[in-house]
Structure formats: structure tokens, C-alpha cells
């Protein structure tokens, strides 16, 4: 009888290791899959600022140019040159 429930509580607890083992390689592969997810949208963040800074930096060329063009025609409208 005392073999009975040692060898029962065995393959209880065999059992309970291989659906360990099962959930530990199935939670491995999600960790995986996140990490890649991950590392690419760390990758998509960085080209979006790199973007960001260039279309800044356009920006401010094409205010200096506006108000460039404006200080223009101001001076041809009006004869007089803006202090600028």
C-alpha cells in the first residue's frame, strides 16, 4: 500500500514537472517573441525621432525664409527696410 502512494505521488508530481517544463518553454518562446517586438519598435522610435529633428530643423529654415520673403516685399511695398 505505502508503494502504491509513493509511486502515485511520484507520477503526480512527474507529471506536474513536465507541465512545468511545458509552460516554462512556451512562456520562453513568448519572452523571445516580446523581445524581438521589442527591439524593433525601439528601432521604429529611433528613425521616427531622427525624422522629427530633421523636419525641426526644416521648419526653422522655412520660418527664417518666410520671414525673409516678408521683410522683402515689406521693403518693396513700403520703400523702407525693417530693422531685422
Given at each position: 500500500?505505502?508503494?502504491?502512494?509513493?509511486?502515485?505521488?511520484l507520477e503526480e508530481r512527474a507529471s506536474d514537472a513536465t507541465g512545468a517544463e511545458e509552460q516554462?518553454?512556451?512562456?520562453?518562446?513568448?519572452?523571445?517573441?516580446?523581445?524581438?517586438?521589442?527591439?524593433r519598435e525601439k528601432d521604429r522610435v529611433s528613425q521616427v525621432e531622427k525624422q522629427r529633428s530633421g523636419l525641426e530643423a526644416q521648419l526653422r529654415e522655412l520660418q527664417v525664409l518666410?520671414?525673409?520673403i516678408?521683410?522683402?516685399?515689406?521693403f518693396v511695398i513700403t520703400g523702407t527696410l525693417l530693422k531685422c
Amino acid at each position: 500500500m505505502y508503494h502504491v502512494c509513493v509511486k502515485n505521488d511520484l507520477e503526480e508530481r512527474a507529471s506536474d514537472a513536465t507541465g512545468a517544463e511545458e509552460q516554462v518553454k512556451r512562456l520562453s518562446g513568448e519572452l523571445s517573441s516580446l523581445q524581438d517586438q521589442l527591439r524593433r519598435e525601439k528601432d521604429r522610435v529611433s528613425q521616427v525621432e531622427k525624422q522629427r529633428s530633421g523636419l525641426e530643423a526644416q521648419l526653422r529654415e522655412l520660418q527664417v525664409l518666410s520671414f525673409s520673403i516678408v521683410c522683402c516685399l515689406l521693403f518693396v511695398i513700403t520703400g523702407t527696410l525693417l530693422k531685422c
